[in-house]
């Protein structure tokens, strides 16, 4: 199919705010397409080349882009220059300078989605002496057949700026929309989606034949959205809950969803990207020693001190995210990976399978002597009173609270079930837990924060329900100096001139910027407010976060739609509301 189509659909969806707009603008451009550009399509629309699994990254330079952009118009650098400075976006550049070229093409031919896609997939693999030139040249050539329109967006997918607000939710209704007509088949696509993770790939199955996807299953090296945990806030409540369960040490590291066929291993993180190369004493105990051929299980790997039996905090093992110096760093501080689940075994999907089965497999599968794997802590529970026996002890190691989970419950891939409970440590005047919120945008700096050019941030969480970024606080504290540069050094790059799509919000700040980082924040409570949209419904105020203030670093092991949900601070809100009552029932 031409890729005008592709570019005319975005062009439609730039102009949409509505969600369900969108979802039919996308349904109506899947009915036209093969499976194979409705997998490219999808990519596309989403700006990538690979799911994130893959690690093919475009991220051209703008200068680069400003170069093709010279080259297939005839302008000088210095005139695109000049227009990039008065329009601000490279797209319009290249749109307004493709309306005007100086030269024509000499064989000007009609560009396919297939070419387009296969292009930037060409520039994301290129590396080595000599690659940029080729890069340049191939984005040229695209640019020289492409009509205004497709120039605008052609230029704007390498250097991340598509700007088109299409959430995985957004397409996975539109993909059943394409067949059904309505919603109905989301439920299963995102099922599948959950233990597949290659949206192009469940797309084109879906596309091909919408009852062929029931047949996804688990397999090696494909990562599975990891299952994510609820919240009470006392030990009481989780055994009227759950009834009896295990209670679990939670350890405050990263979590790693490990992968081995025969010798073969990869480690995903959180977001479900590859981090083999960063954990080679992970690999390696991997490889030698688990008695059997295939797996995936997950666990949460920390630093540790192995003679002290000491845990190390968070930031200690997040000097372990590098991608140089790696040999040296984990001879110094070599992870420790506490297992917590089992997926896959030897052929064998266990996700369906209840949690104490599960436990067992993973139990017999680990050697006992390994100095890198070993099972995490887990203890039976029956009685408020013995989870806070064991909720004392971990907090006393250091460790960060507990996580409960039902014996007899399946892993729920990418859900928030209640087959697994967090509870940690609650301050006074504090909430429970901190909260995962997306930057959507930033204030310039008053007063003595001036020089910063930075005087707090705007952030949101996640609806996954409607695909969008809710406003949920301002956050003016917590930063060091170091970090408000560094923090405003990041946004600046990815300042946009009108909110995404994808954002609701009533305040405005200062410049709006790309859903893209998430910072961890701890408040006192949660409140109701007018000025924020998170939970908003009609004229009824939404919800609010008093005295947020930033901890620790931006969570880059988070992606946007990994934040804290609309749905979990409705929860905390209800949770804090009980906490109260039962504190007014003690006094
Ligand atoms: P939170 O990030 O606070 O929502 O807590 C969930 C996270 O706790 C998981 O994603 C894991 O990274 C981590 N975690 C630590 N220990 C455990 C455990 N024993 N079982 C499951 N998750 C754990």
Wanted: with cysteine; aromatic share 8%.
């Amino acid at each position: 199919m031409d890729f005008s189509t592709l570019a005319s659909t975005m062009q439609a969806l730039e102009s949409t705010r509505s969600r369900n707009q969108m979802v039919d603008i996308i349904a109506s451009l899947f009915k036209q397409l093969s499976p194979d550009d409705v997998q490219r399509s999808v990519c596309l629309l989403q700006g990538v080349v690979a799911p994130p699994h893959k690690g093919i990254e475009v991220g051209l330079g703008e200068k680069l882009v400003e170069d093709a952009i010279s080259k297939a118009t005839g302008y000088s650098s210095k005139e695109v220059e000049k227009l990039y400075l008065k329009l601000g976006d490279l797209g319009s550049v290249a749109e307004e300078l493709c309306k005007g070229k100086k030269q024509t093409a000499l064989f000007s031919q009609t560009l396919s989605i297939e070419k387009v896609f296969s292009t930037f997939y060409k520039i994301a693999t290129l590396s080595g002496h000599g690659s940029q030139d080729v890069k340049i040249s191939m984005l040229a050539e695209l640019l020289n057949n492409s009509s205004s329109v497709e120039a605008k967006f052609i230029t704007r997918f390498p250097i991340g700026r598509l700007r088109l607000g299409v959430g995985d939710p957004t397409v996975l209704d539109s993909l059943s929309v394409m067949h059904r007509g309505d919603k109905s088949d989301r439920e299963i696509l995102e099922s599948k989606y959950n233990i597949c993770s290659d949206l192009g790939l469940i797309a084109k199955t879906y596309a091909q034949d919408p009852n062929s996807i029931s047949k996804f299953t688990m397999v090696p090296f494909t990562p599975i959205r990891p299952a994510l945990a609820e919240r009470l806030p006392s030990a009481k409540e989780i055994i009227e809950k759950m009834g009896p369960c295990t209670v679990e040490a939670k350890y405050d590291g990263f979590r790693l969803q490990i992968h081995r066929k025969g010798k073969e291993v990869e480690i995903f993180s959180r977001r479900m990207e590859r981090m083999t190369n960063m954990l080679p004493e992970v690999v390696a105990a991997v490889r030698d020693e688990l008695n059997c051929k295939d797996i995936i299980f997950e666990g949460e790997a920390l630093a540790y001190n192995e003679t002290s039996g000491e845990f190390y905090p968070f930031q200690q093992t997040m000097q372990r995210k590098r991608k140089h110096g790696v040999g040296a760093k984990s001879a110094e501080m070599p992870l420790r990976l506490f297992a917590f689940d089992l997926l896959y075994l030897d052929g064998k999907d266990m996700a369906a399978k209840p949690l104490r089965e599960r436990r067992k497999a993973l139990e017999s599968v680990l050697l006992k002597n390994s100095k890198t794997l070993s099972l995490s802590e887990s203890y039976p529970v029956k009685k408020p009173a013995e989870i806070e026996t064991h909720f004392e002890d971990f907090i006393s190691r250091g460790l960060e609270g507990l996580m409960a989970k039902d014996l007899n419950a399946p892993y729920t891939a990418g859900a928030r079930k209640f087959a697994w409970v967090k509870l940690k440590r609650s301050y006074r005047n504090e909430l429970s837990d901190t909260i995962d919120m997306v930057i959507i945008g930033y204030f310039a700096g008053k007063g003595a924060r001036t020089k910063f050019k930075f005087g707090g941030l705007l952030g949101a969480v996640y609806d996954p329900n409607t695909d969008t970024f809710q406003s949920l606080a301002k956050v003016g504290s917590g930063f060091s100096e170091e970090q408000m540069q560094s923090i405003e050094g990041l946004l600046s790059k990815i300042k946009t001139k009108k909110p995404n799509a994808r954002i609701n919000s009533i305040m405005e700040p200062t410049y709006w910027v790309e859903p893209k980082y998430v910072l961890t924040v701890t408040a006192d409570e949660i409140t109701r407010s007018p000025i924020h949209t998170c939970g908003k419904e009609g004229d009824s105020p939404g919800y609010a976060l008093r005295f947020p203030r930033m901890y620790g670093e931006l969570r880059t092991d988070k992606r946007a739609e990994d934040a804290t949900t609309t749905d979990e601070i409705l929860e905390m809100y209800k949770m804090q509301k009980r906490t109260e009552l039962s504190k007014e029932g003690e006094e």
